[in-house]
C-alpha cells in the first residue's frame, strides 16, 4: 500500500519549493555583493626567500663546470661547442678548476706528453673528489684503458650531447657515447655546426670542415680517433661563417685533420669551398687556411694560389713534411715524396709573392739513419722556413711505426736538438724592418705587454695595447724583429679600421643561439620545469627555471582561484541550478 507521501501528485518539480523559500534570482542577487579575496603574496619578499640550490646538488642544470683542452685548433673547436651548449643550459663555465663541481678535459693523442698531461688531470681530479667527464681523441680511440675505467665518455662526434653527459655523471652515472654520425648510411662531418659555442676568443671563429683523411700513416693515433675523411656541406659552412661575421668576427680559423682532402666524399674540393665563403667575408675581416697535407693541394696548385692571393685570405699555408727522405715517407705511408713536397711549395711561393709557409718535421721515426735526417736538415737550411714545428716521435700504442725497431732514446733527443739549432741559427723577418703594413689587431700576448696582431702573410706583429685597435685594422711601421715576431708602431693618424660587421661578443658569452636551439631549449625546459613545486631531480633546467619554478607554481594557483570567483561572480544562476 503506498505511503501518504504518495497521495499529492506534483505537477512540477518546483511545486516543492515553498513561498518562504528564496528565488534563484534572490540567490544571485544576494551573491553580487559578495567579492572574493584574493590573497596576494609579496613576490619580492619570495624570491629573495626562496634560496638557490646548493652547487653539489644532484640537480644537473646549476653546477660549476671546467673545461680544459689539449690539442689542434679542431679539438679546441670541440671544446667550445661543449662550452656553449652546457652555458646555454645553465651550467656555469668557470677558469678556476678548484671551484669547479666537474672537470670537462678534452684530450689530444697525437704525443705522449699531452696524453699524460690528460692522465694525470683525470688523478688530480679524483684526489679533489670532481666528477669527471672525458672527451677527446684519446678516449675514443681507447676508450678501454684502465685508467679510463668507470669514466663518462663523449665521443668525437657526440659532441651535441654533452649537456646528457654531464647530466648523467652528475647523478652518479657513468655515460659513454662514442658512436659516429651517419645519415642515410652515410658518415656525416660530425655534430651541427650552428650548435651553441663560447669562443675562446670572441673575434676568432675556428670552423671544422670535415673530419678524418684519407691516409693511413703508420705512426698516427688520431686516425683511430676520427676515422676516414667526412666533410660537412659547402652550404652549412658558408651558413656558419655568415652567422660568425653577425656575431663580431673578424677571423676565420679553416681547421680539419687534412684541408686539403676536402669534399673527396661529397663530390666537391676545397677550392670550390673557398671561393663560395671569400663571397661573404667582410671587407676587411681575413680567412686563415688550415693544415694540408701535399698529395690533396697538386692538383688544386693554380686555383690555391689565386685563392692565396685574395686581399681576405691569408698567404699562409702549413704544409707537413714530415722528412726529406723519401724511403722514411714510404715507411710513414705518406703517399708522397719529398720532390712532391718542393712543387709544392715552389710552385706558392712564385705565384704568391711573400707566402708563408709552416711545416712539421719528425725526428728519430723508426728506420731513420743519419743519412736520412742530414736530409732534413739540407731541406730546412734551404727553405728557413719562417714557422717550423719540430718533434721528437713518440711510438702511439696501436699504431704500426710502435711495433718497428725504434730508434735509441739519445740519439733520437739529440737530432731534435740539432735542428732545432739550424732553426734558430736564421732570423725570417730582419728584412721587413723599415716596412709599412697593415694589420689585424686579435687578441694580447702572454705576457700580456702588447696585442698581438697578424699581416697579410699571418706574421705575428705586436703593437702597443691600445684598446681602440681590437678587432681592428691598423697600418703600421715595422721597427723590430724576432725569431718569430715583429713590432710596429701605429702610424700617426692612421685610420682603425673596423672589419666587424657587429660587435663582437663578451668574452664569455654563448654565440649561436639560433631560434631552432631556443625553441629547442625552451621545450625542454617546459616539459622539466611544469611540475610544482620544483622541476625533478632528473631534468636540465637552467638556474634560473630552478630559482623560479615555485613562484610561476604559486601564480597559477591564485590565477586558478581567481577565475573560479569570477566565473561565480559573473555566469547565470541557471548554470548551477537544475
Request: hydrophobic letters at 35%.
Amino acid at each position: 500500500m503506498p505511503s501518504a507521501s504518495c497521495d499529492v501528485l506534483l505537477d512540477d518539480i518546483e511545486d516543492i519549493i515553498s513561498q518562504e523559500d528564496s528565488k534563484p534570482q534572490d540567490r544571485h542577487f544576494s551573491r553580487k555583493h559578495v567579492f572574493p579575496k584574493v590573497r596576494r603574496r609579496n613576490t619580492q619578499k619570495y624570491l629573495q626567500e626562496e634560496p638557490s640550490p646548493p652547487s653539489d646538488s644532484t640537480i644537473p642544470g646549476i653546477q660549476k663546470i671546467w673545461i680544459r683542452t689539449w690539442g689542434c685548433s679542431h679539438n679546441n673547436s670541440d671544446g667550445e661547442y661543449m662550452a656553449g651548449q652546457l652555458a646555454a643550459y645553465g651550467y656555469k663555465i668557470t677558469e678556476n678548476a678548484s671551484d669547479a663541481d666537474l672537470w670537462l678535459l678534452n684530450s689530444c693523442t697525437v704525443k705522449n706528453p699531452a696524453e699524460d698531461h690528460f692522465r694525470n688531470s683525470i688523478k688530480k681530479a679524483h684526489e679533489e673528489n670532481k666528477k669527471v667527464v672525458l672527451a677527446g681523441c684519446v678516449p675514443q680511440a681507447q676508450p678501454r684503458q684502465d685508467y679510463l675505467k668507470g669514466l663518462s665518455i663523449i665521443g668525437a662526434q657526440q659532441i651535441d650531447r654533452v649537456v646528457e653527459v654531464v647530466e648523467e655523471t652528475i647523478k652518479g652515472h657513468s655515460v659513454r657515447l662514442l658512436g659516429q654520425k651517419k645519415e642515410s648510411g652515410k658518415r656525416l662531418g660530425g655534430a651541427r655546426l650552428d650548435l651553441p659555442k663560447i669562443r675562446k676568443n670572441p673575434l676568432i671563429e675556428i670552423i671544422s670542415i670535415n673530419t678524418g683523411c684519407l691516409n693511413a700513416c703508420t705512426y698516427c693515433k688520431t686516425k683511430h680517433a676520427r676515422g676516414n675523411l667526412a666533410s660537412y656541406p659547402i652550404d652549412e659552412l658558408v651558413e656558419r661563417a655568415k652567422q660568425s661575421f653577425q656575431e663580431g668576427v673578424c677571423e676565420i680559423w679553416l681547421t680539419s685533420e687534412d684541408t686539403g682532402a676536402y669534399g673527396r666524399d661529397i663530390g666537391t674540393d676545397l677550392p670550390t669551398l673557398l671561393w663560395k665563403l671569400v663571397e661573404v667575408i667582410p671587407e676587411g675581416a681575413m680567412l686563415r687556411l688550415g693544415m694540408t697535407n701535399p698529395p690533396y693541394i697538386l692538383e688544386h696548385l693554380e686555383e690555391m694560389a689565386k685563392i692565396l692571393n685574395h686581399p681576405r685570405v691569408y698567404a699562409f699555408l702549413h704544409i707537413p713534411v714530415q722528412s726529406a727522405s723519401d724511403s722514411v715517407l714510404m715507411d710513414m705511408k705518406r703517399e708522397y715524396c719529398v720532390a712532391d713536397f718542393k712543387r709544392v711549395v715552389d710552385f706558392l711561393k712564385e705565384k704568391v709573392p711573400g707566402i708563408t709557409i709552416a711545416t712539421d718535421i719528425i725526428c728519430g721515426f723508426p728506420g731513420e739513419t743519419d743519412q736520412d735526417f742530414q736530409e732534413t736538415v739540407k731541406l730546412v737550411e734551404e727553405y728557413k722556413f719562417p714557422s717550423l714545428f719540430i718533434n721528437q716521435f713518440y711510438p702511439r700504442p696501436g699504431t704500426p711505426a710502435a711495433k718497428a725497431k725504434q730508434v735509441p732514446a739519445h740519439v733520437k733527443k739529440q737530432r731534435t736538438k740539432d735542428l732545432s739549432r739550424v732553426f734558430h741559427s736564421y732570423n725570417p723577418y730582419d728584412h721587413k724592418i723599415g716596412g709599412r703594413q697593415q694589420v689585424l689587431v686579435t687578441e694580447e700576448s702572454f705576457d700580456s705587454k702588447f696585442y698581438v696582431a697578424h699581416n697579410r702573410f699571418y706574421e705575428q706583429v705586436l703593437v702597443p695595447k691600445n684598446p681602440a685597435f681590437m678587432g681592428k685594422m691598423v697600418e703600421v711601421d715595422i721597427y723590430e724583429s724576432g725569431k718569430h715576431f715583429l713590432k710596429g708602431q701605429p702610424v700617426s693618424e692612421t685610420r682603425v679600421y673596423t672589419p666587424s660587421i657587429c660587435k663582437p661578443l663578451a668574452k664569455g658569452e654563448v654565440s649561436g643561439l639560433t631560434t631552432e636551439f631556443r625553441n629547442r631549449l625552451g621545450d625542454r625546459l617546459n616539459s622539466t620545469s611544469g611540475t610544482c613545486p620544483a622541476p625533478p631531480q632528473g631534468s636540465a633546467c637552467s638556474r634560473m627555471a630552478l630559482q623560479t619554478s615555485q613562484y610561476d607554481c604559486a601564480l597559477k594557483v591564485a590565477a586558478g582561484l581567481a577565475l573560479i570567483a569570477l566565473l561565480l561572480h559573473f555566469w547565470p544562476e541557471s548554470m548551477f541550478t537544475m
